[in-house]
C-alpha cells in the first residue's frame, strides 16, 4: 500500500524558517517527479515546487528563493527546506507525486507563520 507521511510543520515568526520532511513507501520512488502542495480552506490546492527523477526542480513564482525542494532516493523521503517564511504561506501542506498522476492525499501538516 503507497503511503505518503508529511511531519515538520509548526508555527513560526515571519522570516522563520522550517524544514518539511515526506516519508514515503510502496511505489517505484526512484522513477517518479516529486511535489509538494499547498492549500488554504475554501482556496485550490497549489503545487509549490516539484523534483523530477533526474533532480530537475521547479518552483511556485511566489516561493522562489525562500523555498528549495530536495529528495534521498535512498531513504525514499523527500523534503521541502522554508525560508524567510510570509505569513501568505501559511497552509497545510501536503506531498505526492507531481506527474500525470497521484495518489490518496494524507493528512498534510500545518504551517503558520505570523507578523
Known amino acids: 500500500q503507497v503511503q505518503l507521511v508529511e511531519s515538520g510543520g509548526g508555527s513560526v515568526q515571519a522570516g522563520g524558517s522550517l524544514r518539511l520532511s515526506c516519508r514515503t513507501s510502496?511505489?517505484?520512488?526512484?522513477?517518479?517527479?516529486l511535489g509538494w502542495y499547498r492549500q488554504r480552506p475554501g482556496k485550490q490546492r497549489e503545487l509549490v515546487a516539484s523534483?523530477?527523477?533526474?533532480?530537475?526542480?521547479d518552483y511556485l513564482n511566489s516561493v522562489k528563493g525562500r523555498f528549495s525542494i530536495s529528495r534521498d532516493n535512498a531513504q525514499k523521503s523527500f523534503f521541502l527546506q522554508m525560508n524567510d517564511l510570509k505569513v501568505e504561506d501559511s497552509s497545510r501542506y501536503y506531498c505526492?507525486?507531481?506527474?500525470?498522476?497521484?495518489?490518496?492525499w494524507g493528512q498534510g501538516t500545518q504551517v503558520t507563520v505570523s507578523s
Open positions: 510502496g511505489f517505484p520512488f526512484d522513477l517518479n517527479t
Open positions: 523534483i523530477t527523477d533526474t533532480g530537475t526542480t
Open positions: 505526492n507525486l507531481a506527474g500525470r498522476l497521484y495518489y490518496s
